[in-house]
């Protein structure tokens, strides 16, 4: 079987937002290039967006495949996820309802104004972010805890999906 490789330079041609640039550095760190196997795929399936990764190298036939394979896993996590989301998105109702009215109140008076408007928007928005960050960060725990194994699955499946489809794509190159 031939050994396949994926680099730094590789992944910074794709485009990567910044965070996910970030993440490739750290991965590779003093290395020029990674041998891709799922092993070290699914060890890193945490620390990096194979997803992502999926949608930018894999083409054809390969994205059909990873496709596919994460259809199942895709499902899991909805599934896992679901109950968690119902329960933040409820929890954190009020205090979105509260922000959503306060940025409402803020954005007539910058329609109403012109540049010294922008000052009073920022100032009537801080204090509706900060309550709406404080009554959400209860909910966002139980979310993030409740999704956590749920995630760990989904990007090591996302990271095994890949680095199959990834292999297969690239030794089946003309």
């Known amino acids: 079987m031939k050994i396949v490789y994926i680099s730094y ?3 910074k041609a794709l485009h990567p937002c910044a965070d996910q640039l ?5 991965l590779f760190g003093k290395r020029k290039r990674m041998t891709v196997t799922i092993k070290r795929a699914v060890a890193l399936a945490s620390r990096f967006s194979f997803n992502w ?7 054809g036939q390969a994205r059909q495949a990873y496709n596919a ?28 309802q509260a922000f959503d009215a306060t940025m409402a109140q803020a954005r007539q008076a910058y329609d109403a104004a012109t540049a010294p408007a922008w000052q009073a928007f920022d100032a009537a928005r801080a204090p ?3 309550a709406y960050n404080a009554a959400a960060a209860p909910a966002r725990q139980i979310h993030d805890a409740a999704t956590a194994q749920a995630r760990q699955a989904y990007n090591a ?6 680095t199959h489809c990834y292999i297969n794509q ?5």
Do not use: E, F, S, V
């Open 128 to 130: 509706a972010r900060q």
């Open 53 to 59: 990764l999926a949608m930018k190298t894999l083409k």
């Open 9 to 11: 330079k590789n992944i």
């Open 69 to 96: 394979a994460m259809a199942p896993a895709q499902q899991a996590y909805d599934a896992a996820t679901a109950q968690a989301r119902q329960a933040y998105d409820a929890a954190t109702a009020p205090a979105r």
């Open 157 to 162: 499946a996302a990271a095994q999906a890949w």
């Open 22 to 26: 970030r993440k490739a550095r750290r």
């Open 170 to 174: 690239q030794t089946t190159k003309g």
